[in-house]
T-cell receptor, first 113, second 116 residues
């Protein structure tokens, strides 16, 4: 069965600092991997996705993620965090089973001024 | 593109009452998902449909919950009777699943349900 672990429940960074959110997955085949962001009071929005090819993928809002098969990881990064990045971030692994995804428990990001 | 539309956005009801949540997926999408989000349990998949057919309802918590998708442009999630522990934000998401690829899910804004 597929699963996703986001080890950090809550992360606080200063505005302008770099950010890395961790995600580890378990999946029997080549995974489809996603990062979503949820701002307060809103639904989830896709930041980026990985299917195959280049293991470093670029997303919206200046985010990127790197797929490392050997570590079963798909960590999200941003070089310089903005106050508007404060939100909850979800990593997800997908399957070909009608598109069902398994989501991690989320990481809440707080940005200090 | 209007995105996924959910109604109502907020619902307050009393224990024992029937609650119906509605979702209109993005036109052309062939999969639809219902999720529940709470502080305690996080994001839970309740049920999902592919081409209007329920594929997996193992996440539906109890028989009090039911979901239908009568056509490609409409789905409902019903709770009857409702209980205070059903209070949560319910999200609908849709996706366009092709035979040989996988696409991301597009989420609606959610319905915040409060059962008193």
């Amino acid at each position: 069965a597929q699963s996703v672990t986001q080890p950090d429940i809550h992360i606080t960074v200063s505005e302008g600092a770099s950010l890395e959110l961790r995600c580890n997955y378990s999946y029997g085949a080549t995974p489809y991997l996603f990062w979503y962001v949820q701002s307060p009071g809103q639904g989830l929005q896709l930041l980026l996705k990985y299917f195959s090819g280049d293991t470093l993928v670029q997303g919206i809002k200046g985010f990127e993620a790197e797929f490392k098969r050997s570590q079963s990881s798909f960590n999200l990064r941003k070089p310089s965090v903005h106050w508007s990045d404060a939100a909850e971030y979800f990593c997800a692994v997908g399957s070909t089973n009608a598109g069902k995804s398994t989501f991690g428990d989320g990481t809440t990001l707080t940005v200090k001024p | 593109d209007a995105g996924v539309i959910q109604s109502p956005r907020h619902e307050v009801t009393e224990m024992g009452q029937e609650v119906t949540l509605r979702c209109k997926p993005i036109s052309g999408h062939n999969s639809l998902f219902w999720y529940r989000q709470t502080m305690m349990r996080g994001l839970e998949l309740l049920i999902y449909f592919n081409n209007n057919v329920p594929i997996d309802d193992s996440g539906m918590p109890e028989d009090r919950f039911s979901a239908k998708m009568p056509n490609a442009s409409f789905s409902t999630l019903k709770i009857q009777p409702s209980e205070p522990r059903d209070s949560a934000v319910y999200f609908c998401a849709s996706s366009n699943i092709a035979a040989s690829s996988y696409n991301e899910q597009f989420f609606g804004p959610g319905t915040r349900l409060t059962v008193l």
